[in-house]
């Protein structure tokens, strides 16, 4: 990292929010909401049921859910899912889990559904998964809207900056697979926890509706990121976002295109965006 050293938060090893966000928490406004969506309150948290989904279906149930994070101080940080990543396992080859391949490290993606997982990347930063059903795996949260805290997400994401840097904007603060894991303070500690039971990070409904609101049409499908050098499995449209969100981290304008109702199946075929079954025979046409 550039410029001068800093004093940092405590690292993500650590389970709760620092006592340094306090003071920030304490000021901010308690009303402070989302600029893009009102926010009602919990809808009450998604328990294990929720979580028994196939990799494709549960990516997308994801979008439009709350992440909710409570800080040691009892406090609570909380983030609307706006874009996800599914990771077959098996013979998708840009998954950990690739190949059955077991290890201490990616151990979360073949426990229960639900099961959170944890890895770092880079050395310094840290992605959050949830295990799905099917062996190995798991959904990547990639961008998040913030919607409660946003001070505090603010603090924890500056103490990781260089020095002087410009004041991030809400859209800016959790849209990324890191960014979200250090504007709420996920620790590597977290990984293989329970999302359905652990009392410190959780999952709750559509804060717009009590209902699953999410429709077919505002579901973008795109290659995934970051993942060029897996060949043909770089181009499988597995990365699902909310179309037209502000806190989404990549945009892709031509996926947004095929996405439309009656373009999906010019690129890809029904299977590959709609369902798991058989969808790793498939080639696109």
């Known amino acids: 990292m550039a410029g001068r050293k800093r004093k940092l938060l405590p690292s993500a090893e650590d389970g709760g929010c620092s006592s340094e966000c306090k003071p920030a928490e304490r000021n901010m406004d308690h009303r402070e ?88 990347i880079y050395g310094i930063y840290l992605c959050m998964n949830v295990s799905s059903e ?67 990070v959780w999952l709750e409904g559509d804060p717009d509706s009590g209902s699953d609101s999410t429709q077919p049409q505002d579901i973008v499908c795109a290659p995934r990121v970051g993942i060029q050098s897996h060949g043909e499995w770089a181009e499988k449209p597995w990365r699902f976002y909310l179309r037209g969100h502000p806190c989404v981290s990549v945009v892709n304008k031509e996926a947004e295109r095929l996405s439309l109702p009656g373009n999906v199946m010019k690129r890809w075929s029904q299977s590959e965006v709609q369902s798991d079954a058989g969808q790793l025979h498939i080639k696109q046409t």
């Open 33 to 120: 909401q989302s600029h893009y969506f009102s926010f009602r309150g919990p809808q009450g948290r998604l328990g294990t049921e929720f979580f028994h989904q196939s990799c494709i279906h549960l990516a997308k149930a994801f979008l439009g859910k709350v992440l909710c994070r409570r800080c040691a101080d009892g406090s609570e940080l909380r983030g609307r899912i706006v874009e996800t990543e599914a990771y077959l396992g098996g013979e998708d080859k840009a998954s950990h889990s690739a190949g059955g391949k077991r290890t201490e490290r990616n151990t979360a993606m073949f426990m229960k559904p639900g099961t959170i997982y944890v890895y770092p």
């Open 134 to 200: 099917g062996e190995g795996a798991a959904v990547l949260l990639r961008s998040l809207e913030p919607l409660k805290g946003q001070p505090t997400m603010r603090h924890l994401r500056t103490a990781r900056r260089k020095e002087g840097a410009r004041l991030l904007k809400d859209k800016e603060l959790c849209n990324g697979p890191s960014k979200l894991c250090q504007a709420l303070n996920i620790p590597r500690s977290f990984d293989r926890r329970d999302l359905a039971s652990d009392p410190e």
